[in-house]
């Protein structure tokens, strides 16, 4: 049982390129969500799926756009990435319900220089 | 002023000692109160949540939530050096359609001295 798996592990962009970051998890979640983590700001959330087919803005969604390709995955991407993006980012995943944990992946450090 | 504020630290707490971390949110609709830990260089793990005035004890670790206050905080009993990690308060402020949004606050750094 993998849980949360996040590729890729690191990756170094220069200003103006594009990628996507890959989220799965095998644990049957409706609810699957992308954080950004930088220095002494805590997590923040960029974008989240309550279920299958629906995705929303959370609060720091600018230049960032996300799939939700099916239950299990949630990919985020980046157009045009910018050096103010460079954080770590996890995704995770969670049951419905008011008290239901998040799982988290393991992480994507992310550099655009 | 942030919505989950936390005092970044670093706490240093010798081994056996209580530390005590706090956290203040700023929205009274907030629902459910959550502690995660993080290793460095790790991802986040949950310890603790709480949603109902008053403690909760799970093993070393006790819960506290005082809604009218807009706090709430985490105590380590007979803390170790294992416990040395960042502390990050999150607070549930709404749930759509069973999805929950988040807001953490910046963590606290706990270290346990030997």
């Known amino acids: 049982n993998a849980g949360v798996t996040q590729t890729p592990k690191f990756q170094v962009l220069k200003t103006g390129q594009s990628m996507t970051l890959q989220c799965a998890q095998d644990?049957?979640?409706?609810?699957m969500y992308w954080y950004r983590q930088d220095p002494g700001m805590g997590l923040r959330l960029i974008y989240y799926s309550a279920s299958e087919g629906t995705t929303d803005k959370g609060e720091v969604p600018n230049g960032y756009n996300v799939s939700r390709l099916n239950k299990r995955e949630f990919s985020l991407r980046l157009e045009s990435a910018a050096p103010s993006q460079t954080s770590v980012y996890f995704c995770?995943?969670?049951?419905?319900?008011?008290?239901?944990?998040?799982?988290f992946g393991s992480g994507t450090q992310l550099s655009v220089l | 002023q942030k919505e989950v504020e936390q005092n970044s630290g670093p706490l240093s707490v010798p081994e056996g000692a209580i530390a005590s971390l706090n956290c203040t949110y700023s929205d009274r609709g907030s629902q459910s109160f959550f502690w995660y830990r993080q290793y460095s260089g790790k991802s986040p793990e949950l310890i603790m949540f709480i949603y109902s005035n008053g403690d909760k004890e799970d093993g070393r670790f006790t819960a506290q939530l005082n809604k009218a206050s807009q706090y709430v905080s985490l105590l380590i009993r007979d803390s170790q050096p294992s416990d040395s990690a960042t502390y990050l308060c999150?607070?549930?402020?709404?749930?759509?359609?069973?999805?929950?949004?988040?807001?953490f606050g910046q963590g606290t750094r706990l270290t346990i001295n030997p």
């Open positions: 644990m049957n979640h409706n609810s």
């Open positions: 995770a995943s969670s049951e419905q319900g008011r008290d239901e944990k998040l799982f």
């Open positions: 999150a607070v549930n402020l709404l749930q759509i359609q069973g999805a929950q949004k988040l807001v």
